[in-house]
């Protein structure tokens, strides 16, 4: 079945870093990508999304762009802020079906 | 994109007894997802609620334990029943709104079983 693989966290920078967070996945079709954010204390948050091939998703700084030779949609951000620390979920859907989500990276930022 | 509301936010049950959970969205959608996310964990796909048939459970979860109505098209609810302490877990509900895929999460309830 459809699967999504992200970096193992935890993942620590200074503020102004760049940041990459890898997320491959497997899939038959044409499944549509997220980036889901989950702030300390809050509920999960759609940063992102990439529908076909080649798109870029873009919001706050973040972007990724969807790779289907790659099987990838890795998140970036060219200099990231204490409060980017978050929990980043790499998630993908096919059309009509529920999300199949990777199993999270922490980003800790400090400043 | 849509306003999702869950009731309660947080609860603390001891084992045995049952919790509903409300999910309360602000405009009519065809497709609720119920997730749980254990701590520290990603989400899990409990079931996928319709309105007008019924829910589609996820392998390892099934209707006696996490029961589920969707009486209509801006509201579900989601029992977990006979709780044990392995329950203790965020439960989400999400929608599917603004084409593309994308799906809306309410804030989450806190259920802690002791």
């Known amino acids: 079945g459809d699967s999504v693989t992200q970096m193992e966290g935890p993942v620590t920078l200074s503020e102004e870093a760049f940041l990459t967070i890898n997320c491959t996945y497997t899939?038959?079709?044409?499944?549509?990508l997220f980036w889901y954010v989950q702030y300390p204390g809050e509920g999960l948050q759609l940063l992102l999304k990439a529908t076909k091939a080649d798109d870029k998703g873009s919001n706050k700084g973040f972007e990724a762009t969807y790779r289907k030779e790659t099987t990838s949609f890795h998140l970036e951000k060219g200099s990231v802020q204490v409060s980017d620390s978050a929990v980043y979920f790499c998630a993908l859907s096919q059309a009509g079906t529920a999300l199949i989500f990777g199993k999270g990276t922490t980003l800790s930022v400090s400043s | 994109s849509a306003v999702i509301s869950q009731k309660p936010s947080r609860d603390i049950c001891q084992r045995g007894t049952s919790l509903t959970i409300q999910c309360q969205v602000d405009s009519q959608v065809t497709m609720m997802f119920w997730y749980r996310q254990q701590p520290g964990q990603s989400l899990t796909l409990i079931a996928t609620a319709n309105q007008g048939s019924e829910a589609t459970y996820e392998s390892g979860f099934v209707i006696d334990k996490f029961p589920i109505s969707r009486p209509n098209l801006t509201f579900s609810t989601l029992t977990v029943s006979n709780m044990s302490p392995e329950d203790s877990s965020i439960y989400l509900c999400?929608?599917?709104?603004?084409?593309?895929?994308?799906?809306?999460f309410g804030p989450g309830t806190r259920l802690t079983v002791t």
């Open positions: 899939a038959t079709g044409y499944p549509s």
């Open positions: 999400s929608v599917e709104s603004g084409g593309y895929d994308e799906q809306y």
